[in-house]
């Protein structure tokens, strides 16, 4: 079994690839946003403890800090995917 | 209360979006702007030191600072800043919907930059560095010229798959230190080889975002379609926010003899990259993009000899002189960028403002570019001396060939803020340069006859005529080639760290 922390990477991995590959603008937002949930997926897999307890009125916790980063990354993402989607869509407008 | 810093841009980025939802006055909008413009320089003048917001443990809290390392970062972007705000207004002038949007974005742009500048801890200079650079690709699309969005898409993808890469290698410095509190990390590092691979991966990101060739590919391109006022902000300041990411993580993580070695070769390579690519361009502001790519090398050089004193003076001296030529030159050039198509002849004041810029930007003294070069070499061995002492000649040959196309051509009319921006920084390089105790130096004067004499050669052998490659028009295949570029780059990097 691979562990979440390495099939994280391995999706990076498979988004940076399509950036690499692909030409279409909206196939490059969409690897980007692959490359975005491999991140999310390693920074959960760190913190990924199935033995510990909730962050909340802890005895022995997990560590929270991992999974709060990732919930500023998801907001950044979105608002990054909207923006380029908008770009593309001015881009075909512009006819470039 | 050093939060304040950003707090206010933020606050008064909101402001202006509500009013201009309620049709406010356009004197509100105006003020709102100058006011988060203008708050975080008191807040910068009357506070110092360190404190962690909200006051919690310093291994749960953000620790934010003003340091003798950051303050030429922030100093620089607050002159810089507050000229191009008084340039922007009648420059936007509320021609369109856009303006009150291009002024909120603005402001959310100077909260990013302030928030990294003062950021210690590697997630929050993430998360403002990204705030930054989100504003700076609307900004960049918001441009009304052909090729905009191209350009900012291009930007975006880049700029976004290296921050990405960032936060992984931030993941990965957390995961092996526990920390990510910059000078924690610094007293928990036990040298390892994932943090040796952490510590490549987030430069190479860095070194995208800074636009450090061989990673420039984006920055030519969106720099000069920005809108002139944009365009000072985004070489003059929002390069700089990665740059003060590197100093962060080396001085959290001192990298190796070979790393540090590599890294100063690849600066004085981007160095005369840079001179070379502005050598052959015929569209001004496109020269001046170049220069960024051969300015950011001096930075870059002072980071990695670990002299980040000597890096942030250079910084705050690139953001008051390559802001004043953006707008100098973006306003004399408002009909045609090409060079020979336009010039200062008509306009004295102009073309003083422009010649000390130039001077300024070369490293001649007393302007504040040959203090910052002073402390950059002092810190440099033997030869890579001569390097600085080869890149100040370069600059030279580039801008005498700027000016010699703008003492030939003709401008139209000018506003009074138009010449006074150029007027204000120029003079704000010189006094900067006085204050700081640079002294005029016999040697200078040579440079500049150096310089001139090649310029004339180089024109007389027909270098300079030489058609250069044009934009791609397929925009997917050239982030594929950049993609594939600073993977290959990264490659190297970790090759590099792998011992």
New interface residues.
Partial sequence: MISPQQAGVLIMLIGIYGLMAKREPIKLVLSINVVSLGLVLFFIGLAYSPEKDVPIMPTDPVDPLPATLMLTTLVVDVAITSLALAIILRMRRDGS | MIPLMVAFPLLFAFVIVILDTLRAKRTLIKAAFLLGVVLPAWVFLTERGREIVGGWNRA?GIEVGISEINAPFIAGELILFTVVALYSIPYFDFRNKKTPKSLALLLLLHAGLMGAFIAGDF?NFY?YM?IAS?SA??LV?FSDE??S??A??KY??LS??A??LF??AI?II??ETGY?NVELVAENALPSRELQAALGIAFASLLLKAGVFPLHGWLPDAHSIAPTPVSAVLSGAVVKAPAYGMILLFSALPPRETFREAVMGLAVASVFFGIAGALLQKDAKRLLAYHTVSQMGYVLLGTASMNFVGAAYYAMAHSLFKGGLFLSVGSLGKKSRKLGEFGYRNAPLMAFSVLMLSLAIGGVSPFIGSYAKGIISSGLGGTWKWAVTAGTVGTLVSFTKLNYHLSKGETGDLAPIEKLSALVLALATLCAGLYLGAEPKLSDASYIFAAVLVFFALKFSGVLEREVRGEAK????D??VL??VF?TFMLGVLLIQWP
């Fill in positions: 749960a997630f998360i990204e989100v690709f609307a699309a052909k090729g969005k191209r900012a898409f975006l993808i976004l798959l921050s990405y936060v992984f993941g957390y995961m990510l397929d925009v997917g295949k982030v594929n993609v594939a993977v």
